[in-house]
């Protein structure tokens, strides 16, 4: 069975500061990861994955990931926010085969103040 | 850039009544999902379709529930006699492959049952 869990429902940065959202996952298989963002009213959008390969996974907006499959985790940075990142961000897992529904976290919801 | 479209993008509808939420996916897409966000709630996959049959589906997605793919470009979701707590915002989703897995999400419909 696969599960997220993404700590911390709300985060607050300052424009400029570091985000780091953090998403840790449980997976019998090789996972695949996903971030999605999803601002108001609106749908998702994929941010960044990582299925294999290279473990730090650049996205869209200057965001990145890194696989750590020791730590089973997968947070998500940007080294500087924008007011614009304000939004709501959910990690995903995936199986690798016989499977491919996605299983999400709760969700982050980032605050961005000026 | 395709994307994944879902009509209506509000639903009201009264206790018992059915409904029919319609998607349509990418069109060189092979899979093709049901997802659902609760207010306030994490997304919860409902339902995948491959190949005109339903490939896999959660606890959640009981009888009240059906998808068709009905033209081959049309995926819809039909919940029979809807309830109280199938208030929700659907999402659909389409992916070209099942590996390598990455879904692209609808804009949603907001269903409200009244």
């Known amino acids: 069975a696969q599960s997220v869990t993404q700590l911390g429902s709300h985060v607050s940065v300052s424009e400029g500061a570091l985000v780091l959202l953090r998403c840790n996952y449980s997976?019998?298989?090789?996972?695949?990861l996903f971030w999605y963002v999803q601002y108001p009213n609106q749908g998702l959008q994929l941010l960044l994955k990582?299925?294999?390969?290279?473990?730090l996974v650049k996205g869209i907006n200057g965001f990145e990931a890194e696989f750590k499959k020791s730590e089973t985790s997968f947070h998500l940075t940007k080294p500087s926010a924008h007011m614009s990142d304000a939004a709501e961000y959910f990690c995903?897992?995936?199986?690798?085969?016989?499977?491919?529904?996605?299983?999400f976290g709760t969700g982050t919801r980032l605050k961005v103040l000026a | 850039e395709p994307e994944v479209t879902q009509t209506p993008s509000h639903q009201v509808t009264q206790m018992g009544q059915e409904v029919i939420l319609r998607c349509v996916p990418i069109s060189n897409h092979l899979y093709f999902y049901w997802y659902r966000q609760i207010l306030g709630q994490k997304v919860e996959f409902l339902v995948s379709f491959y190949n005109n049959e339903i490939s896999e589906k959660s606890e959640i997605f009981d009888d009240q529930f059906s998808v068709e793919r009905p033209d081959g470009s049309n995926f819809t979701l039909k919940i029979r006699s809807t309830k109280l707590e199938d208030s929700a915002m659907y999402f659909c989703?389409?992916?070209?492959?099942?590996?390598?897995?990455?879904?692209?999400f609808g804009p949603g419909t907001r269903l409200t049952v009244l």
């Open positions: 997976s019998s298989v090789p996972p695949y």
């Open positions: 990582y299925t294999t390969g290279a473990t």
């Open positions: 989703a389409s992916s070209r492959t099942g590996t390598y897995n990455e879904q692209f």
């Open positions: 995903a897992v995936s199986g690798t085969s016989g499977t491919y529904k996605y299983i």
